[in-house]
């Protein structure tokens, strides 16, 4: 069973457009990430819940919004698709405080 | 805030050698230290781990260790194969309630045959 789940796997899609990153975790954890990669590797925090709760909030463009329907669960809804956008996207899990987190495979986006 | 410097950002090395890849830190209230791995195209997977309230950690021919005083911490791996080529992250968290790990940059590593 796959412990951290992303869909879709890949996303390629055209400038402008609006899209959703879906993220579900069956790890029972409280806290749940999303990450930026871009071409440079570095890991970005973008956002993180616990228990539903948003709880970090990076400075994110406001057309990235975070939903979570409940904590097993981490959406990603982006507006106006911008080429700089264009990255691998990865959700994570961990059961909060200094405890590992935990990866789903990513999601990468291109835009063309 | 916590700043998490990584250093090199390319390493290589022999096949068979060790490699050892640093991190240094800034905030002294730090006490957790993991490493990941991210193989090409892969997800980043946690190898090792380390808390404030030991030195040295050892899991095969992985080892990290944790100099408090001075706010480094590395990563050592002996007798290294081909498939220790990936990119390592470094991270710090002070497990309070923001939960939030603060990345290095990462660590190219790539083994020559």
């Known amino acids: 069973d796959t412990a951290v789940s992303q869909t879709p796997k890949y996303l390629v899609t055209q400038m402008g457009n609006d899209k959703s990153i879906k993220c579900e975790q069956n790890?029972?954890?409280?806290?749940m990430y999303w990450y930026k990669q871009d071409s440079k590797k570095f890991l970005k925090i973008m956002f993180s819940?616990?228990?539903?709760?948003?709880?970090i909030n990076e400075t994110v463009p406001n057309r990235f919004s975070p939903k979570s329907p409940d904590k097993a669960h981490l959406n990603l809804h982006i507006n106006s698709l911008e080429l700089g956008d264009s990255a691998v996207y990865f959700c994570a899990s961990s059961p909060g405080g200094a405890q590992p987190q935990h990866f789903g495979d990513g999601t990468r986006l291109s835009i063309l | 805030g916590e700043n998490v410097e990584q250093h090199p950002s390319t390493l290589s090395v022999q096949e068979g050698d060790s490699a050892v890849i640093k991190c240094t830190y800034s905030d002294s209230a730090s006490n957790y230290f993991p490493w990941y791995k991210q193989e090409l195209g892969k997800r980043p997977q946690l190898i090792i781990d380390?808390?404030?309230n030991v030195g040295e950690k050892k899991d095969q021919r992985i080892a990290v260790t944790l100099n408090k005083t001075a706010k480094h911490f590395s990563l050592h791996i002996t007798e290294t194969q081909p498939e220790d080529s990936a990119v390592y992250f470094c991270a710090a968290s002070r497990g309070d309630s923001n939960y939030q790990l603060i990345w290095g940059a990462g660590t190219k590593l790539i083994i020559k045959p």
């Open positions: 380390i808390r404030s």
């Open positions: 819940y616990n228990n539903k709760e948003l709880i």
């Open positions: 790890l029972g954890h409280d806290t």
